[in-house]
C-alpha cells in the first residue's frame, strides 16, 4: 500500500489548505486512514482520523476547524484545515491501517502505511 500526500504551503493565520492523500489499494474502503502532524523537536502527534466505517475521530486542538474526509471513488483522504494558527505549522502525513479498533485510531503505531508528509506553514 502506497500513500502520497499532497497539498500543503504557505499560508497566513486565519487561512485554509485542504491536504490529500491518495492510497494505492483497492481495499481503500476497508482501511481506516489517519493524519498525524510533527513539527520540529516534538514527537508525532494525532490529528484526524476516519474509520473504514465513516466514523470520524479529532484531537482536541483541530475540533471545530478540521475536517476529515474520503473519496471512495477516487481512493482519497482529504484534511480541510480552516481558521489555521501557527501552531498548527508541521510537517503532515497521511496514515492508513487495516486493523484499527476506536481505541487505538488516535495512535501512530496502530497504523500499518504511511505517506511521505506534506509541510504546512502558517505565518502570524
Known amino acids: 500500500v502506497q500513500l502520497q500526500a499532497s497539498g500543503g504551503g504557505l499560508v497566513q493565520a486565519g487561512g485554509s489548505l485542504r491536504l490529500s492523500c491518495v492510497v494505492s489499494e483497492l481495499a481503500f474502503g476497508r482501511l481506516s486512514l489517519g493524519w498525524f502532524r510533527q513539527a520540529p523537536g516534538t514527537e508525532r502527534e494525532f490529528v484526524a482520523a476516519?474509520?473504514?466505517?465513516?466514523?470520524?475521530y479529532y484531537a482536541e486542538a483541530v475540533k471545530g476547524r478540521f475536517t476529515i474526509s474520503r473519496d471512495r471513488a477516487k481512493n482519497t483522504v482529504y484534511l480541510q484545515m480552516n481558521s489555521l494558527i501557527p501552531a498548527d505549522t508541521a510537517v503532515y502525513y497521511c496514515?492508513?491501517?487495516?486493523?484499527?479498533?476506536?481505541?487505538?485510531?488516535?495512535?501512530?503505531?496502530?497504523?500499518?502505511?504511511w505517506g511521505q508528509g506534506t509541510q504546512v506553514t502558517v505565518s502570524s
Open positions: 476516519v474509520k473504514w466505517s465513516s466514523q470520524q
Open positions: 496514515a492508513a491501517g487495516s486493523s484499527l479498533i476506536a481505541s487505538t485510531m488516535r495512535a501512530p503505531d496502530a497504523y500499518d502505511y
